[in-house]
C-alpha cells in the first residue's frame, strides 16, 4: 500500500471519530445557553426565547368576524342590493333574470303557434278538398301561426342579443 493512501485512511477514521463523539449542535443562528429552560442566546448577545417555551399567562388572540368587503358592479347590468344576511355586497344580474323570463315567453309563443296553427292548417287542407271559398285563408293563417311559433324565440334571442350589445342595461 501506498503511504499516501494509509495516511488519507487514517484521516478519515480519525475524522469520522471526532465527528460522532462531538455534541450535536442546532443548525441555526443560536447556540444553546441553557437547555432547561428553553432560553437561547445569538450573536449580538441578546436572550431569546424557544419555540417550545409554554406561557401559562397567556391570553388567546382576538378573533374578528367577517369584515364587510364591497364589491363594485363589474358587468354593466350589475344592481347591488344592501341589506341582506351576508358580509358583503351582493349583485343581481338584471339582465339574466330578463332573459330568462323572455324565454319562457318565447318557448310559450312557440307551443301555442304550433298547438294552433298546426290544426288550422290541417283544417283548411280539409276545406280545401271539400271545395269550399275559405279554405286557402285557414291554410295560410295555419302557416302564419306555425312560423311566427317557430320565429319567436329566435327573435327574441336576437332583441336581447343586441340590447346587452348596445349595453341597454347597464
Known amino acids: 500500500m501506498r503511504i499516501t493512501t494509509v495516511i488519507s485512511r487514517i484521516t478519515l477514521v480519525t475524522a469520522i471519530a471526532l465527528g460522532l463523539s462531538a455534541p450535536a449542535f442546532a443548525q441555526d443562528a443560536f447556540s444553546s445557553m441553557s437547555s432547561d ?85 290541417i283544417m283548411g287542407f280539409m276545406h280545401m278538398a271539400a271545395g269550399t271559398q275559405d279554405a286557402m285563408k285557414k291554410v295560410l293563417f295555419g302557416a302564419a301561426g306555425v312560423t311566427g311559433g317557430l320565429a319567436t324565440p329566435g327573435c327574441i334571442n336576437w332583441l336581447v342579443a343586441s340590447a346587452r350589445d348596445a349595453n341597454l342595461f347597464s
Open 37 to 121: 429552560t428553553g432560553l437561547q442566546q445569538n450573536s449580538n448577545q441578546q436572550i431569546t426565547g424557544s419555540q417550545t417555551q409554554q406561557y401559562t399567562d397567556g391570553q388567546a388572540p382576538m378573533l374578528q368576524g367577517a369584515t364587510n368587503g364591497t364589491i363594485g358592479p363589474q358587468g354593466g347590468d350589475a344592481t347591488a342590493v344592501m341589506g341582506v344576511n351576508t358580509a358583503g355586497t351582493v349583485r343581481v344580474n338584471n339582465l339574466a333574470n330578463l332573459e330568462a323570463l323572455l324565454n319562457i315567453i318565447a318557448n310559450g309563443m312557440e307551443i301555442l303557434g304550433i298547438a294552433w296553427g298546426g290544426p288550422t292548417m
